[in-house]
């Protein structure tokens, strides 16, 4: 069974960076696409970036040219690379398995294709 482990959050003031990880366990991890999402409170979650395994990617446009999804296939691992932070990326960020239909991500929505979450603060 798929086991997908975040790391990485934290308070950052604005402006600054974080790089979030997800290490993947249980199947090969080059078959998925990946994605990461985020949900603000009392919002839903929202995809904020994929990466297909060919290496494709796609962003949400709140955090084109921001934020940077990367995989390292040898070390079953996807990062978000986030940059020039601001208040309104505040949230909690999960890491998922998927697929791609085209260009669009499509998540496998069985818990066990999710990551636990971990928390993104950006504040002064």
């Known amino acids: 069974q798929v086991q997908l482990v975040e790391s990485g959050g934290g308070l950052v003031q604005p402006g600054g960076s974080l790089r979030l990880s997800c290490v993947v366990s249980g199947r090969p991890f080059s078959i998925y696409a990946m994605g990461w999402y985020r949900q603000a409170p009392g919002k839903q979650r929202d995809l904020v970036a994929a990466i297909s395994s060919g290496g494709s990617t796609n962003y949400a446009d709140s955090v084109k040219g921001r934020f940077t999804i990367s995989r390292d296939n040898a070390k079953n691992t996807v990062y978000l690379q986030m940059n020039s932070l601001k208040p309104e990326d505040t949230a909690v960020y999960y890491c998922?398995?998927?697929?791609?239909?085209?260009?669009?991500?499509?998540?496998?929505?069985?818990?066990?294709?999710w990551g636990q979450g971990t928390q993104v603060a950006v504040s002064s």
């Open positions: 998922n398995a998927g697929r791609m239909w085209g260009t669009d991500y499509l998540p496998y929505t069985e818990s066990n294709y």
